[in-house]
């Protein structure tokens, strides 16, 4: 008996305990990994890296500011050359700086109290003796589960006017919005230039085989094809990155959200996708907007690589329609 009433009262302390904890977790991760606490640590990042950035514009040294940029971007052969652009935008010497008393953009998610991914940007206002006022504007994933985006991403140098509008631009680096840009960006121009030539093989090939597979995909696509009204006219990329261009015809490919599947030796067996896209323009004046969802790899099951799901809408009149899905 008497070991009995021990046992039920170190149960009753353990709850006790797990109660306490339910109750107090929030306060706890906040503590080490909450809001307040994540906010605390970026204040003072953001002032590191932007005062290493304008040192390095002072001293044209293009090394510190490549250190801050995320490994993705630090690997794209343009980065060096665009720090080069970015000190050669600038008119005169920097004399004074001033960083923004907040972020100028946060985003972040969230489990039982602990952040879980966190992006931010900071701007700064830079005057020069030629009587210029520019502001910088860097972008930083803080908090994310690929170390190959984590850091700073890119930045955007503006020259003022006297009402403080932006006259002109000089962007370095790419605003990634996952490790998966450029694959994503690919399938879009594929899609689209599917869709304009209405090459039904062309479309299939792009989804998934348990999608194509459904008896009533040929005549979803038709549909597709009778909605999508002339030939897509933007600049195509071999490396996908639909993102540089700030022509009106170009669209601009960005990833919405992404899992990723891990084995237990660590290897990535399965990427999965959601993907937005627009404008598409054609060389009939339309203007549509793309939105897809898809398997870029799935090594359990390969019939699911590809896209499952997509739909095409009209940005001029909301109309839409809809490809594709895993349902019946």
């Known amino acids: 008996m008497k070991i009995r009433k021990k046992i039920a009262l170190v149960t009753v302390a353990v709850l006790c305990c797990l109660t306490v904890i339910n109750f107090c977790g929030c306060f706890i991760s906040d503590f080490h990994d909450g809001i307040f606490a994540v906010r605390k640590r970026v204040e003072k990042l953001r002032y590191e890296m932007s005062e290493t950035i304008i040192d390095a514009f002072k001293n044209r040294d293009k090394q510190p500011i490549k250190e801050l940029f995320c490994t993705k971007t630090q690997q794209l052969s343009a980065t060096d050359s665009q720090i080069e652009e970015g000190f050669d935008f600038i008119d005169g010497e920097i004399v004074s700086h001033k960083i923004n008393g907040d972020t100028s953009y946060e985003g972040y998610g969230i489990d039982f109290g602990k952040v879980t991914d966190y992006s931010f940007d900071s701007d700064t206002r830079i005057v020069t003796d030629a009587g210029k006022t520019y502001e910088l504007y860097i972008s930083v994933f803080y908090i994310v589960d690929d170390a190959s985006i984590k850091g700073m991403t890119a930045y955007v140098i503006s020259e003022l006017d006297e009402d403080f509008l932006s006259k002109n631009k000089c962007r370095v680096g790419y605003h990634w919005s996952s490790p998966y840009d450029a694959e994503c960006g690919i399938i879009t121009a594929e899609l689209a230039k599917a869709l304009g030539n209405s090459d039904l093989e062309g479309v299939k090939s792009l989804m998934c ?18 909605f999508f009204d002339g030939l897509p006219v933007f600049t195509e990329r071999d490396d996908g990155l639909y993102g540089y261009s700030t022509a009106e015809e170009d669209f601009f490919c960005r990833v919405l959200g992404y ?12 990427v999965w996708v959601s993907v937005i896209s627009q404008p598409v323009c054609t060389d009939t004046g339309k203007k549509y907007s793309f939105d897809f969802s898809a398997y870029l790899t799935h090594e359990i099951n390969p019939e699911y690589k590809g896209i499952a799901y997509f739909e095409i809408s009209d940005l001029g009149t909301d109309a839409e329609v809809k490809v594709g899905g895993f349902g019946n």
């Open 209 to 226: 085989n348990q999608v194509t597979a459904k008896t009533e995909i040929d005549s979803e696509i038709e549909k597709a094809f009778e």
């Open 259 to 270: 899992e990723k599947t891990i084995s237990e030796n660590g290897k990535e067996t399965g």
